[in-house]
């Protein structure tokens, strides 16, 4: 079973910035793709950032040329970085990441989520 544990979230001034980490841990054989989302209180789940099984990164337009996702040579990081960030981009950051599971003569896909972290930005 893979778990995931996210750090890096807290209090923020408007124009900050704050580096979220996302690490894993158990065992697995590959990454799929790695997903940042974000979640306020009476809203729906919001896609942040996305990075694809071959490091293609795409963003919600809400947070385009602000935040950068990437992750480690092993792929059992991944990162969010959040610049200039606004009161709007306060809210609690999951990740959620895909994986390979190889068996002796099988193998199967399964995800995680981590439990979240809170970012809030204000003054």
């Known amino acids: 079973q893979v778990q995931l544990v996210e750090s890096g979230g807290g209090l923020v001034q408007p124009g900050g910035s704050l580096r979220l980490s996302c690490a894993a841990s158990?065992?697995?054989?590959?990454?799929?793709?790695m997903e940042w989302y974000r979640q306020t209180p009476g809203k729906e789940r919001e896609l942040v950032a996305t990075?694809?099984?071959?490091?293609?990164?795409s963003y919600a337009d809400s947070v385009k040329g602000r935040f950068a996702i990437s992750t480690d040579q092993s792929r059992h990081t991944v990162f969010l970085q959040m610049n200039d960030l606004e009161p709007e981009d306060t809210a609690v950051y999951s990740c959620?990441?895909?994986?390979?599971?190889?068996?002796?003569?099988?193998?199967?896909?399964?995800?995680?989520w981590g439990p979240g972290t809170q970012v809030t930005v204000s003054s």
């Open positions: 959620h990441v895909g994986y390979i599971i190889k068996g002796s003569i099988s193998w199967r896909t399964t995800d995680a």
């Open positions: 158990g065992t697995f054989s590959s990454t799929l793709a």
């Open positions: 990075l694809s099984t071959s490091d293609t990164p």
